[in-house]
């Protein structure tokens, strides 16, 4: 067996570097970009799987149309090389949709089309790749979900498996479907080595996380929750603002195009001066609807609300950016955050029966787009998280597939890492794009 895994492509975006719309301000003729033979190269050919890690639909700045295209052409172009026969998906969270698609089709679509009951979401389905020489089992497959022989991969023949087909004339399709199988957050491989947890890598990030944390701080036992919270709780609980920001920031039509995007590009630009402006129509707001009967009522909260804009223009100033941020991984809060998610993921670990799977010596994610290469042993210095019992795990970071935009003070791509592994040889390596 043999795999390839990939992440942060963001299709869609006009500074995709593997696919993207012929010109930039163009939404139609999409192209396979300047980095795809590159990617081509790395990855290999006639793999088992192609492993994509989360934002690779970028539903946050594109619209769905431009983002399925886009990412047609690339799917076309991977089925055509032989890129791989099978497509592993991992959401993360530009492309958060596509995991509430796929829970919508199987639990709600597919049943009530069959004259059947609708079921709850599942929200969290880990996968489980068997990446060991000596193997009885699946290579693949997913937690509690049973296998079906309508589907290769039990969870799959879903509207993606189309992506690849092109429409006749006469209303019929052309080409070949491509298999799909879908897991999230997390995917966790198996070698003889011992195993390695996949994921995209946003629950590291405090926005993304930040609603379980804050509701288990303030609700408290009013959750039900003791301890760690499952990760299919940190998932459930995480949703609306995960929702938000993915979906809801980029399908917003004008919000999205004249605000939303120019709020990113001024983030990224280190430029406050537009949130500045929007704080300030906030506080307006919120000045006309608290009531006060003296000038005392007003002169204080005037005084409230100047203090309040203070705080929050100085904490939009310091926020360092995730992507292409070097320092990201070594933050506090990340480390901290790591280490509840590790946990989290080692008691997901105890409900698999076969195979058992030991806790994760390697981690892989993307997210922040800066490239860490895959290192297969401990060396003083190698990238490392510790966990609550000061364990190390090495971790690998893929990177990501966009050049920086125009505006940007730095325009240079900063790579990415195509990670390979193969069965027969137990050999995982990184292989670096620029």
Known sequence: MKLAVISDTHFGDPDCLLAAYRGQSSRSDPMIGSRYEQFRSAAGLDNDFLIVLGDILDFSVCSYRETFEVAQTFFRQVQTDRVAQ????????????????????VNIIRRIAAGKKATDF?????????????????????????????????YGGTFLDSITLGSMSDGSCSGDAMNFALAYPNLYLLTDKGSILLTHGHYLEEYWAMLGEWAIEIAGSELGI?????????????????????????????????????????????????????????????????????????????????????????????????????????????????????????????????????????????????????????????????????????????????????????QEFCGAEVLTFDSDTQVTRSHHVS
């Open 86 to 105: 099978s497509i592993i998906y991992v959401p993360g969270n530009h492309d958060a949709d596509v995991w509430h698609l796929y829970e919508y089709e």
């Open 122 to 154: 599942r929200y969290s389905i880990p996968g489980i790749i068997d990446g060991r020489r000596e193997t009885n089992g699946p290579r693949f497959r997913l937690h509690g979900v049973k296998p079906s022989p309508q589907y290769r991969y039990g």
């Open 226 to 410: 003791t301890g760690s919270p499952t990760i299919r709780q940190m998932v459930q609980i995480n949703f609306p603002l995960n929702q938000l920001a993915c979906s809801g920031a980029g399908q917003a039509g004008p919000l999205t195009e004249n605000v939303i995007l120019p709020l990113q590009r001024d983030a990224r630009n280190r430029d406050s001066r537009r949130i500045e402006r929007y704080v300030d129509g906030i506080l307006e707001r919120l000045d006309r609807l608290i009531p006060g009967k003296y000038v005392i009522d007003e002169i204080v909260s005037d005084a409230l609300l100047r203090k309040l804009r203070s705080r929050i223009v100085d904490a939009i100033r310091s926020v360092e950016p995730t992507r292409y941020n070097d320092g990201f991984v070594h933050e506090a809060h990340v480390q901290e955050r790591f280490k509840r998610y590790f946990r989290s993921c080692c008691a997901e670990l105890l409900e698999f029966e076969q195979p058992s799977l030991p806790v994760p010596k390697w981690f892989v994610f993307g997210h922040s787009h800066r490239p860490i290469p895959w290192q297969d042993e401990l060396k003083p210095g190698a990238p490392a998280f510790a966990t609550d019992t000061g364990t190390l795990v090495r971790y690998c970071n893929l990177g990501g597939w966009l050049k920086r935009p125009q505006e940007d003070v730095n």
